[in-house]
């Protein structure tokens, strides 16, 4: 069964303060890993799709990175509008387009 | 990406009720959206893929005669809740699906409440 495990489960930062965020994949082969940020009441709203180990993608101040086993999202310098719940997606080879989801974590950035 | 909109974005209703959320593709025409189910701090949980022309396909424990889904055109799928009870009171969001390997495009999700 394919799994998504994010860690930690919340983070809370001061402006300017960086970090990294975890996403750990178990999945059976995998077509795209992906990341999104979810504010309050909203739906998710995608930032980065992986395919394969080794790939990295950047966006002003966030970085995600992917290996076998687990991706990171690394935040740079973050201020308070970074604040939201960041959410990890895999999406498996072989047919089905859905995704399945690790639970988030919620990210504060503290002015 | 896709542009998607869905309404309502809230409804509260009484118990026994059944209640329709409309799903568009403003700017893309998806043969595939999905429907996804979020509980407080909770993550999404993928309820049914919707397709046009034809069945959804329900996940495992999700009950088909319960949340009917229609998804007669290449811009529109509905989700309708019927005879809702408190405990289907969640956040119910949908996403069209790009070609292959393309991001999920996702609405702004309805806040349904039963009282």
């Known amino acids: 069964e394919d799994q998504v495990t994010q860690s930690p489960e919340a983070l809370r930062l001061q402006e300017g303060e960086s970090s990294s965020l975890n996403c750990s994949y178990t999945v059976s082969g995998l077509r795209g890993l992906f990341w999104y940020r979810q504010d309050p009441g909203k739906g998710p709203e995608f930032l980065f799709t992986l395919y394969s180990a080794g790939e990295e993608k950047e966006k002003e101040r966030l970085k995600a990175t992917l290996t076998k086993k687990e991706s990171f999202l690394h935040i740079t310098a973050p201020k308070p509008e970074d604040s939201a719940t960041y959410l990890c997606a895999v999406q498996a080879s072989g047919g089905a387009q859905k995704l399945v989801f690790g639970q988030g974590t919620r990210l504060t950035i503290n002015p | 990406g896709a542009v998607v909109s869905q309404h309502p974005s809230r409804v509260i209703c009484k118990s026994g009720t059944s209640v329709k959320i409309e799903c568009r593709s403003l700017?893309?025409?998806?043969?595939?959206m999905f429907w996804y189910r979020q509980f407080p701090k909770q993550s999404l949980m993928l309820m049914a893929t919707s397709n046009e022309g034809s069945k959804a396909t329900y996940e495992q424990g999700v009950e088909k005669d319960k949340f009917l889904i229609n998804h007669a055109s290449l811009t529109l799928s509905t989700l309708t809740v019927t005879s809702a009870h408190p405990e289907d009171s969640s956040f119910y969001i949908c996403?069209?699906?790009?070609?292959?390997?393309?991001?999920?495009?996702f609405g702004d999700g309805t806040r349904l409440s039963i009282l």
């Open positions: 700017d893309f025409q998806a043969t595939t």
């Open positions: 996403s069209v699906a790009g070609e292959y390997n393309q991001p999920q495009h």
